[in-house]
């Protein structure tokens, strides 16, 4: 059984907290709500690894802890805090998949974080490495309009 507390609004941004689980989809749909559909694929990819990480190596997948998402849109950009209660990690300044001689069972850990940066234009972390800020601008431009021949 999933837990999703109900969004929250508090000024701009609004709450999303469940139990650590990885059964994901309820608040992926939830979170991808107002965000436009040609973004869709990447920033579910994306979110999809903050929880994960959130749920599984942060609150090693205990159900008495929770991960809490908020989120906002202001000024052409979409932005996510994903925090969870484990104790942290250390991020390595570089990127796994830059390290060619890993062997495989260890550039298999820290592929998401690469992820992240690659589908986010910022990516930042607190000093406790409990919590991650995504954030994705987009601007929609409108269409130029058909040329006609008088």
């Known amino acids: 059984m999933i837990s999703i507390t109900l969004p929250v ?85 570089c990127c796994p998949l830059e390290k060619l001689d890993l062997p495989p069972e260890e550039a298999e850990n820290g592929r998401g974080l690469c992820l992240l940066h690659q589908i986010f234009d910022r990516v930042l972390w607190n000093n406790q490495g409990t919590q991650v800020k995504l954030c994705k601008q987009f601007h929609k431009f409108p269409k130029p309009s058909s040329l006609t021949s008088p």
Do not use: M
């Open 9 to 93: 609004n508090v000024s701009n941004w609004k709450t999303v907290s469940f139990a650590s689980t990885l059964y994901l989809c309820p608040v992926l749909d939830l979170l991808l709500e107002k965000i436009p559909k040609e973004l869709h694929p990447e920033i579910r990819l994306g979110l999809q690894e903050a929880l994960v990480n959130a749920a599984k190596h942060g609150n090693k997948l205990d159900p008495s802890k929770r991960v809490i998402v908020k989120f906002s849109y202001c000024r052409g950009e979409y932005s996510w805090l994903v925090c969870d209660q484990g104790d942290g990690f250390i991020r390595d300044c």
